[in-house]
């Protein structure tokens, strides 16, 4: 099993949908939760981090379940823009090494 | 690129030649790593280093190696680049509320 499984899609969504994306992982040791953004050929950049209380960016909202161990992200109100792959990462350990998902891509479209 | 620079930005090597991948940080952070991305696979930690005159392996460290002599430069050897080395690299830093902060990448065909 992947210490981090995502759905690599691709989520299709018109502008303006709400669309969801879901991240497993399987070290309950991991200590810190990201979500970050790639777009095509570029590097990846920190779009939020996932707090267990839940937190919210503008249109973007981040859950944690650390019981399930699972974390989420909630995009409300979809950009043109916000055509990406979303990668899940985890920290673990004192050097706070990331393990990576593979990304689950979205295309927003007209 | 928020202070992380990386060179060479494109690069094709022979199979058994070396070069060295550069990553240059001027953001003072003791923390600098390098990845490789391949296709249907997450990011993969190669080495790491927590500060000058410290450095350790990674997921995949055979292959490379690297030193951490000053804390601004982090360079990445290749010494005999094999096919299987054909891959995206990352150099990447920890700091800040920032969190990690990536290089542009350098993208290293080997044939």
């Known amino acids: 099993r992947k210490e981090v499984e995502q759905d690599p899609g691709p989520f299709n969504v018109p502008e303006g949908a709400t669309v969801a994306f879901n991240c497993t992982y399987s070290n309950s040791a991991s200590q810190s939760f990201f979500w970050y953004r790639q777009d095509c050929r570029k590097e990846p950049k920190l779009l939020m981090s996932?707090?267990?209380s839940g937190n919210e960016d503008g249109r973007f909202t981040a859950q944690l379940n650390r019981a399930s161990q699972y974390i989420s992200l909630l995009i409300r109100d979809s950009k043109l823009s916000d055509s990406a792959t979303y990668l899940c990462?985890?920290?673990?350990?004192?050097?706070?090494?990331?393990?990576f998902g593979t990304g689950t891509r979205l295309q927003v479209t007209l | 690129n928020a202070g992380v620079t990386q060179t060479p930005k494109f690069q094709v090597l022979k199979t058994g030649q070396s070069m060295t991948l550069q990553c240059a940080q001027d953001?003072?952070?003791?923390?600098m790593s390098w990845y490789r991305q391949d296709p249907g696979m997450g990011l993969r930690l190669i080495h790491y280093?927590?500060?000058?005159?410290?450095?350790d392996q990674g997921e995949v460290p055979n292959g490379y190696n690297v030193s951490r002599s000053t804390t601004e430069d982090f360079p990445l050897r290749l010494l005999s680049a094999a096919p299987s080395q054909t891959s995206v690299y990352f150099c990447?830093?920890?700091?800040?509320?920032?969190?990690?902060?990536f290089g542009s990448g350098t993208r290293l065909t080997v044939v």
């Open positions: 953001m003072n952070h003791e923390y």
């Open positions: 996932v707090y267990s």
């Open positions: 990447a830093i920890r700091g800040g509320k920032a969190g990690y902060t």
């Open positions: 280093s927590v500060g000058a005159g410290i450095t």
């Open positions: 990462v985890l920290g673990a350990g004192t050097a706070s090494k990331l393990t």
